[in-house]
């Protein structure tokens, strides 16, 4: 079965960075769009950032463009998201999300598999 496992969450001071990993396994992981998504208290599930199977297409939210950059390992079967310039409005849990039936969107609910997740906080 399909499972994704989220790492390198942590708390960083605004203006920091950081590398979330998203090990995935269960699957033929070059057939389907990934994706990286965040959810903060009281607020409903967004998405960040999604990628297409060959890697060759991405898109991401307004919020993150220019600072976030989504990413792939097909070898290692591993999602990447680096995250720069980090805001306190970034702080939330980031969840890794894989769909084999893809077109590429930032809709949560086009996702079929998910991660547990892996927290981010932002201190100002």
């Known amino acids: 079965q399909v499972q994704l496992v989220e790492s390198g969450g942590g708390s960083v001071q605004a203006g920091g960075s950081l590398r979330l990993s998203c090990a995935a396994s269960?699957?033929?992981?070059?057939?389907?769009?990934m994706g990286w998504f965040r959810q903060a208290p009281g607020m409903q599930r967004e998405g960040v950032a999604t990628i297409s199977p060959g890697g060759g297409r991405t898109i991401y939210a307004d919020s993150v463009k220019g600072r976030f950059t989504i990413s792939q390992d097909n070898a290692k079967n591993t999602l990447y998201l680096q995250m720069n310039s980090l805001k306190p409005e970034d702080t939330a849990m980031y969840y890794c999300?894989?769909?084999?039936?893809?077109?590429?969107?930032?809709?949560?609910?086009?996702?079929?598999?998910w991660g547990q997740g892996t927290q981010v906080t932002v201190s100002s």
């Open positions: 269960g699957y033929t992981y070059s057939r389907y769009c």
């Open positions: 999300a894989a769909e084999n039936n893809c077109s590429l969107t930032l809709r949560p609910g086009a996702f079929a598999y």
